[in-house]
């Protein structure tokens, strides 16, 4: 599917309306209520597989992302019969293989040439949002694998109290409040956390500037476009003007 096309357009608003739903309103509901967040999860993985396909089906890497989606949702359906930890681990390096790669989804579109939409600006919030997520399951890996690697309020706490709480730490690191009732104490988990505030700090910055840049050069092309002898013109109007800026006075 081509990337400029209208459904690709609208899959971009589709898909931050989704994470946004998910990360601030259906998480923390259902972490209050204490309810299982499988089936949560298990619809929010079948909803991002049809997003990027609806989006990228052509796209091999979309492809694999789908193929790695599935294997996901295997995972954690096999999880509901047989939990247990060698499962968890795997489940979520697999999600987190899956959060790069739709990263690399979104902004391959969002990056494309031509005139920035809202929707590709919504695109953007996506990629925040996405690269949140992923430095959940990357703090989730390192959890599982390390024990007492976060703790809470100063003191250690098990892998099951920490896990539900680290998307909230994940948002929290990445956009630099730091309120301190989590802390990272494993070096593993400190360099994450500060690798999540650095691309949280200069990701805005970048995306900004690309976004603008893009914008600056859909205008110039449509300028020449419509009228190519102005266009001329004004390129022959610069060059007179920095010829007599570098002649000797």
């Not at 899959?11 to 946004?20: E, Y």
């Not at 019969?81 to 989804?105: E, H, N, Q, R, W």
Request: charge should be negative; hydrophobic fraction near 55%; charged fraction near 15%.
């Amino acid at each position: 599917m081509a990337l400029h096309s209208p459904l690709a357009e609208r899959a971009l608003t589709i898909l931050t309306i989704v994470l946004l739903v998910d990360v601030f309103i259906a998480a923390p509901i259902a972490e209050s209520i204490g309810g299982s967040y499988i089936w949560a999860d298990l619809a929010f993985i079948a909803v991002l597989v049809l997003g990027a396909l609806a989006i990228w089906g052509d796209s091999f890497v979309a492809d694999v992302f789908a193929a790695a989606g599935v294997a996901s949702v295997g995972l954690r359906i096999t999880a509901i019969f047989s939990p247990g930890t060698t499962l968890a681990i795997i489940d979520a390096a697999l999600a987190l293989f899956c959060f790069a790669l739709l990263l690399y989804l979104v902004g391959r579109r969002v990056f494309v040439g031509g005139r920035v939409t809202v929707h590709r600006i919504f695109g953007a919030v996506a990629m925040y949002m996405l690269f949140g997520l992923a430095f959940t399951q990357l703090y989730r890996l390192i959890a599982l694998t390390n024990e007492h690697a976060f703790t809470l309020f100063g003191s250690p706490v098990t892998v099951d109290v920490i896990l539900p709480k680290l998307t909230y730490f994940s948002f929290v690191a990445l956009t630099t409040l730091g309120f301190g009732d989590i802390t990272p104490i494993h070096p593993l988990a400190k360099s994450a956390t500060l690798l999540a505030s650095v691309i949280g700090t200069l990701f805005p910055a970048v995306l900004i500037g690309r976004l603008v840049s893009l914008e600056i050069i859909h205008c110039e092309t449509e300028q020449v476009r419509e009228d190519p002898r102005a266009a001329a013109r004004d390129e022959v109007r610069r060059l007179l003007e920095d010829r007599s800026d570098d002649r000797p006075r």
